[in-house]
């Protein structure tokens, strides 16, 4: 069984900081590119940072400079390191699993995080 399970979510002030992990099982991690997408209600969820399978990491231009994704392929765990937070980045946060062709897609439950002071 699938399962992709993050944590991390929860209330900070801006300019504070946040680290979300997701652990995943029930498919070869290794092989897959591992993502992390937020929502704000009544919009579409949008990608924020990526880790491919083979190395290359990319940052959506409104986190870049402050979030920081890595993986540990041994630990089957991706984390998204959150600093300088701003009330914009208030969002639910979605840990995303896809395949090199993209067929196979695999989402968590999601963890809130809220930036308010």
């Known amino acids: 069984q699938v399962q992709l399970v993050e944590s991390g979510g929860g209330l900070v002030e801006p300019g504070g900081s946040l680290t979300l992990s997701c652990v995943a099982s029930?498919?070869?991690?290794?092989?897959?590119?591992m993502n992390w997408y937020r929502r704000v209600p009544g919009k579409e969820r949008v990608s924020v940072a990526a880790?491919?399978?083979?190395?290359?990491?990319w940052y959506a231009d409104s986190v870049k400079g402050r979030f920081t994704i890595s993986r540990d392929n041994a630990k089957n765990t991706v984390t998204l390191q959150m600093d300088s937070l701003k009330p914009e980045d208030t969002a639910m946060y979605y840990c995303?699993?896809?395949?090199?062709?993209?067929?196979?897609?695999?989402w968590g439950q999601g963890t809130q995080v809220t930036v308010s002071s």
């Open positions: 029930g498919f070869t991690f290794r092989w897959f590119g």
């Open positions: 995303n699993a896809m395949s090199v062709n993209q067929e196979v897609i695999y």
């Open positions: 880790f491919t399978q083979d190395g290359r990491i």
